[in-house]
Each structure stands twice: as structure tokens, then as C-alpha cells.
Nanobody
Framework: VLLVESGGGLVQAGGSLRLSCAASERTVSNSGMAWFRQAPGNEREFVAALTWRDTYYADSVRGRFTISRDNAVNTVYLQMNSLKPEDTAMYFC???????????????????????WGQGTQVTVSS
């Protein structure tokens, strides 16, 4: 399954962006999806995840970002509001598409949980 991200761009601090992650094939509704990000010189870090039972967020984005999915169009979204310069990074979509699916907080935040990854979309927030 290919995952293709879109929606990145340049935005001023305080602004909003919505990232999309489109899957090339129908994904089961109880598979897990997540967003990670990587800033230059930094390790890739967890941003948000959605499982069949819950959503999880990094502390740095909770209350500002929202992850959601539309199974009808095989797409996962990341709505990002109140953006800050420290949100600048390449954002990657990831899919936990092989059962058994992760459903808890711990596994949702681990990169090793996910077996499909997109190529990334750049988000740049200017101050």
C-alpha cells in the first residue's frame, strides 16, 4: 500500500494547515494510522496516531492538532492549528496495515509499529 502525503507548505506562526495522507488501496477501518515529523538535525518524532479505539497526541501538539480519517476515500488527515516555528519539519504519514493492529498508547507512538510510510510533506512555519 502506498501512502502519499499532501498539504504541506509555508505558513505564518498562528496559522493553520491540513495535511492529507491518501492510501493507494482500501485500508481496513481498524488499522492504525499516524503522523511523525522530522526537523533538520533531529530524530523523527511521534506527532499523532489514530487506532480503532482512540487517538493519541504528542504533548507538544495536544490541543492544537487533530488526527482524523475518512474511510470512504482511504485518507487520513492532520489538522494543524496555532502553528509555531518549532512545528517546522518534514511530516510523514505511517500505516499499521498488517494485523494484529496496535490499539494502545505505547505501541501507537513507536515507529516500529508501522509497516507503510509516505515520502513526507514539508511544513515550514515562519515567525
Amino acid at each position: 500500500v502506498l501512502l502519499v502525503e499532501s498539504g504541506g507548505g509555508l505558513v505564518q506562526a498562528g496559522g493553520s494547515l491540513r495535511l492529507s495522507c491518501a492510501a493507494s488501496e482500501r485500508t481496513v477501518s481498524n488499522s492504525g494510522m499516524a503522523w511523525f515529523r522530522q526537523a533538520p538535525g533531529n530524530e523523527r518524532e511521534f506527532v499523532a496516531a489514530l487506532t480503532w479505539r482512540d487517538t493519541y497526541y504528542a504533548d507538544s501538539v495536544r490541543g492544537r492538532f487533530t488526527i482524523s480519517r475518512d474511510n470512504a476515500v482511504n485518507t487520513v488527515y492532520l489538522q494543524m492549528n496555532s502553528l509555531k516555528p518549532e512545528d517546522t519539519a518534514m511530516y510523514f504519514c505511517a500505516g499499521d496495515l498488517t494485523p494484529p493492529y496496535c490499539s494502545g498508547s505505547g505501541c501507537s507512538k513507536r515507529q516500529s509499529t508501522y509497516d507503510s510510510w509516505g515520502q513526507g510533506t514539508q511544513v515550514t512555519v515562519s515567525s
